[in-house]
């Protein structure tokens, strides 16, 4: 993941679901996605899907489809409810109760597929690349993350940057928050004009493997104060939260159960600035509160986040 950044990520779905990629893909893209097969697995499918139409049944563009009782991957397309000829490999590099990471590198001719980093099998399209715009999965199989990669650019430019109604509203937008610095080492940005009640700092990236900590923090601009830093701590499966004024850490607030991050795994975090409060939620789950101890919103003009996690977005909504 290091050269390449993220445009779509959906963390945690629960199968089977059928997940709209935004703008489709092109060549140079790839799909990722990472899941666990169940013990008791018999088969399950990845299918880029053109649409999500029941009836008439929507053309299957790519069907990936692990047989792991009989020791074998069909490989399909599905057109006008009609399925083609069968490309078989035999041999499954799933095993059940193991985790795996599969990659469908998007070509303009057909898909690479590769497994645990292993190059696997090739497919040519059968129908026009333009018509998959939804990967579908079902079956007996545990998404922990899928996320469409953009191509890699030999640079590392892992955060992308923007806020709710940008594109069409521009400066008019609520809250923006402008990046200072981003690389592998983290991220800072400005909260341009502080934040406000209803705007949600959203964070997405991935823990690394061998992760021990990571922090997020929001800065009182002017002085050094931390508003707030989120700390999420591996090794205890813990969330800190806490303050940083006039030169001392306050009392930390902590929650020690369900702990929702995992080394190497997809997460996002969302701030929602309530009236009196942060919402924090992990992954769509609310997790936890921290009643404000800057009050003044527009105080906390600055974003930073640091430690052993790769980003792949950070925006206001
Ligand atoms: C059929 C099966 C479908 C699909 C298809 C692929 O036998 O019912 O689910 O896997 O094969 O060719």
Not at 176 to 203: C, H, K, Q
Not at 221 to 229: F, K, S
Not at 243 to 268: A, I, K
Request: hydrophobic fraction near 40%.
């Amino acid at each position: 993941m290091s050269a390449r950044h993220s445009r779509q990520v959906f963390v945690k779905p629960v199968v089977p679901f059928a997940w709209t990629i935004r703008g489709g893909l092109v060549p140079g893209e790839t799909v990722l996605v990472e899941g666990r097969v169940p013990p008791d697995a018999d088969r399950f499918q990845v299918d880029l899907t053109c649409g999500s139409g029941v009836s008439p049944r929507a053309d299957v563009l790519f069907h990936f489809n692990p047989r792991l009782k009989k020791g074998h991957v069909v490989c399909n397309t599905l057109q006008d409810g009609r399925w083609g000829p069968e490309e078989i490999l035999r041999g499954v590099p799933f095993a059940a109760g193991a985790a795996f990471e599969l990659m469908v590198l998007v070509l303009r001719d057909g898909f690479k597929v590769a497994v645990n980093g292993a190059h696997l099998l090739d497919y040519k399209h059968r129908l026009a690349l333009e018509r998959a715009d939804t990967l579908a999965v079902s079956g007996k199989v545990h998404v922990a993350a899928v996320a469409v990669l953009s191509p890699a650019t030999g640079v590392t430019t892992p955060v992308r940057t923007g806020e709710r109604g940008a594109d069409e509203e521009g400066e008019k937008a609520e809250a923006r928050l402008r990046t200072v610095a981003s690389g592998d080492g983290g991220f800072l940005g400005e909260l341009v004009g502080g934040l406000r009640e209803r705007v949600s700092v959203v964070i997405r990236g991935r823990a690394l493997r061998e992760a021990e900590s990571f922090a997020v923090d929001l800065l009182v601009g002017e002085n050094g104060d931390t508003a707030l830093r989120f700390n999420p701590r591996f090794g205890s499966q813990t969330l800190a939260l806490n303050s940083f004024l006039s030169g001392s850490w306050g009392d930390e607030e902590r929650r020690v159960d369900d702990y929702p991050f995992g080394p190497g795994l997809y997460f996002e975090v969302i701030f929602r600035c309530e009236a009196d409060r942060f919402r924090v939620a992990v992954n769509g789950v609310h997790r936890l509160d921290y009643k404000y101890r800057v009050p003044d919103l527009r105080r906390i003009t600055r974003l930073r986040v640091t430690g052993d996690l790769s980003l792949t977005d950070v925006c206001l909504m």
